[in-house]
């Protein structure tokens, strides 16, 4: 397949959790910047015809590999192929993958509560630990990682989901610290309501923002190297707010 | 799949349909959406630029098909593109524009998507060389109402393919097609206006386009009468002979609001054409565009379907055989003058070889097409520029329509027997579904 002339960064990005419309936005977005890509997911025929869409539209290298957010013992292979992908190129991380499921339903099932945080927290940091030495050797480069403002505060209506969250935001707090000597940028990404499969169908939401715009405020706040960002911004305000009611309160909300 | 309520409608916003939607962002999801129960039948939507029905699906259900918008494969020394149904002109002009090929054939926005192309059988302002979007399409995946995704392409399922292009998405959903692009000298083209100062000479002046001209159109002031009766200025465009940029992804301009109604009145519209007509100097004059700008006017107005207000408006299309073509035009423009509600400028196109679906609008003659906003009188209005077409032995575009009746749309398109055959054929529980299909009684006679 012939595609356009690359004008090629020299950078690689790895897009986990790329069957999903951010992934796969901001691997397209990545690539429009010259960037080569890996898209990692479970459903290889779904990445396989992004990665091709990638290459047809800007002519940037893309290749899909298989990836199971709760295969954990597969993860060590699957590092080493994308550290084979990016050869001497630095590389960078955006990580969307994520699970929503309904809430009783996890209460009732706890292999559903299981999976909501193995893939919503204990996938990133399988992928993380193997993904670390590579990154403080290459004295380099940014992680881009989609958490939830339902990270921000357990609510009754969907607290497992937002512990798994609130989780993986701890994690990156502490794992910013540890790589920042290295050079290593870790970006923490709150979006609000995002109009994704995962919110298709569910009812009162608002104010919902698209994948594309998700993309594109993610790339640039990497770029410029931020610590966290909400998307869309307002949200931060939202969320102040809804952290700052007192729990005797709190806690008589059914929100 | 994860159904939603919601509220969809045409280009024209004078339908709306509550409708159950699935939003598909894999191929397989198609598939597995026929094997779930819901009795109203299914119909595909992509992009939601037809201006009538034939997208929209009430009390049944609809699968959004703008999120399979991926290119697959292309091959630039045959042009072959194999992409998704979702993929958009836009998309096409921004990916190949400036790597030397454009789509063979685009309707007047960039905006509609390749799925919708198919299912409609566009045409754009080649017809009389190129055709319409269904003879540029090597093969296509369809999943059929039974859940089987079939390739189909003429050599294989001629009946199936025949069916399927300009087949208003009936057949099933396409999951993929494999269309020929087309390889031009340079992403701009020239330009050439001419005045013609009446209905003759403006059909005379498109004609002589026939080939010389790669491209051509003619812009009527549908408010002139008398002499001046057809009046307009006629464009005829060619690729210029080098250079290539980018096409520039452009952003539209937003209207915020439904004007008020009251904004488009005869007056205004009347002065506007007449503007229109005088802009172009008495001898002509000749510009270099660049592709974009020429093929998709009106989409440098994101939605200039508010401006026509919150009732919205139906776009008529027609097209005569040239044999009756200037006595039926007069007449309809007679008709559209003396109620006074015409829109901006009407469009005339001639167009060459019938497409090759069962229910393909393209066939040789001239093709007409204007808006008319809903007031109280517009349907009566309709119902005799049909009576018009089926005098002239024309038809009306079903992408555009939301008015023609079902007796009409039978003596427009003779090719329906075999439609139904095919229907009957691959989706014999009444699977796939619409409002047009219903309205006109594609099915069986209403």
Redesign the interface.
């Given at each position: 397949?012939?595609?356009?002339a690359s004008t090629g960064t020299g950078e690689v990005w790895v897009v986990i959790g790329a069957?999903s419309?951010v992934g796969r936005a901001f691997a397209m977005e990545a690539a429009k910047a010259g960037a080569d890509i890996v898209l990692a997911a479970r459903?290889l025929?779904?990445i396989e015809?992004?990665a091709?869409?990638i290459t047809?539209?800007t002519g940037q290298r893309a290749e899909a590999v298989h990836w199971d957010a709760t295969a954990f013992d597969d993860h060590d292979a699957f590092v080493a192929d994308v550290w084979r992908f990016a050869g001497t190129r630095r590389l960078n991380v955006f990580f969307a993958a994520g699970t929503m499921r309904n809430q009783d339903e996890a209460i009732a099932d706890f292999s559903i509560a299981r999976q909501i945080v193995e893939v919503n927290y204990l996938a990133f940091v399988s992928v993380a630990t193997r993904l670390e030495p590579g990154l403080r050797a290459q004295k380099g480069g940014k992680v881009v990682v989609l958490g939830s403002v339902a990270g921000d505060r357990g609510r009754r209506l969907n607290f497992v989901y937002g512990s798994a969250k609130a989780g993986l935001h701890a994690f990156l707090g502490g794992w910013r610290s540890r790589l920042q000597p290295d050079g290593v940028t870790v970006l923490t990404v709150k979006p609000g309501f995002l109009d994704t499969?995962m919110t298709?169908?569910q009812p009162g939401l608002f104010l919902v923002a698209t994948p594309q715009g998700a993309a594109k405020a993610c790339l640039k706040a990497a770029n410029k190297g931020r610590n966290e960002i909400y998307y869309p911004a307002f949200w931060r305000l939202i969320m102040l707010i809804i952290k700052s009611i007192p729990e005797v309160l709190f806690k008589r909300l059914s929100i | 799949m994860?159904?939603?309520d919601v509220a969809l409608t045409g280009w024209g916003r004078t339908s709306t349909a509550r409708t159950q939607a699935?939003?598909a962002?894999?191929?397989?999801e198609i598939e597995t959406a026929f094997n779930e129960p819901g009795g109203e039948g299914l119909i595909a939507y992509g992009a939601g630029r037809s201006y009538g029905d034939v997208a929209l699906n009430d009390g049944g259900r609809t699968m959004l098909t703008g999120?399979l918008d991926?290119?697959?494969?292309?091959?630039?020394t045959t042009g072959l593109?194999v992409c998704?149904p979702g993929v958009t002109f836009k998309?096409l002009a921004e990916?190949f524009l400036h790597?030397g090929f454009v789509a063979p054939v685009s309707p007047g926005t960039a905006f509609a998507t390749m799925g919708g192309a198919l299912a409609n059988d566009v045409h754009g302002k080649n017809h009389w060389s190129a055709g319409s979007f269904g003879s540029h399409v090597e093969w296509f995946d369809l999943a059929l109402p039974s859940g089987e995704v079939r390739r189909v392409s003429p050599e294989g399922d001629a009946e199936l393919f025949d069916a399927t292009v300009g087949g208003l998405g009936l057949t099933g959903i396409v999951t993929r097609l494999a269309l020929r692009l087309t390889k031009v000298t340079s992403s701009n083209v020239v330009v050439r206006e001419a005045r013609a100062p009446n209905l003759s000479a403006l059909m005379e002046r498109l004609v002589e386009t026939h080939g010389r001209d790669t491209y051509s159109v003619a812009w009527i002031d549908a408010l002139a009468s008398g002499p001046s009766l057809g009046r307009g200025v006629v464009e005829a465009a060619n690729h210029a002979l080098s250079g290539f940029e980018r096409a520039k992804p452009k952003r539209a301009k937003r209207l915020p609001v439904d004007l008020p109604g009251v904004v488009l009145n005869p007056a205004s519209i009347g002065l506007f054409n007449a503007l229109y007509y005088r802009r172009i100097p008495a001898d002509g004059r000749e510009r270099t565009v660049d592709f974009p700008t020429f093929l998709y006017p009106l989409d440098a107005l994101g939605d200039w379907n508010r401006m026509y207000g919150k009732r919205g408006f139906f776009q008529f299309q027609c097209v005569l055989p040239y044999e009756e073509a200037e006595a039926g035009l007069r007449k309809l423009l007679e008709v559209i003058g003396e109620a006074r509600s015409a829109s901006f400028l009407a469009v005339l196109k001639s167009l060459g070889e019938a497409g090759r679906g069962m229910l393909s609008f393209p066939r040789p003659g001239f093709t007409l097409a204007l808006d008319f906003p809903r007031k109280s009188g517009t349907a009566e209005l309709m119902a005799r520029l049909e009576r018009i077409v089926l005098d002239h032995g024309g038809r009306i575009y079903l992408a555009k329509d939301a008015a023609l009746s079902a007796q009409g749309f039978r003596m427009m398109y003779p090719e329906l027997p075999r439609f139904r055959a095919v229907l009957d054929r691959v989706d014999p529980d009444r699977r796939m579904g619409s409002d047009l299909s219903r309205r006109l009684g594609i099915r069986s006679d209403a």
């Open positions: 397949m012939s595609g356009a069957s419309s459903d025929e779904d015809a992004s091709a869409d047809v539209r499969a298709w169908g | 994860k159904w939603k699935a939003r962002e894999r191929r397989g999120r991926r290119m697959l494969a292309f091959d630039e593109l998704e998309d990916t790597r």
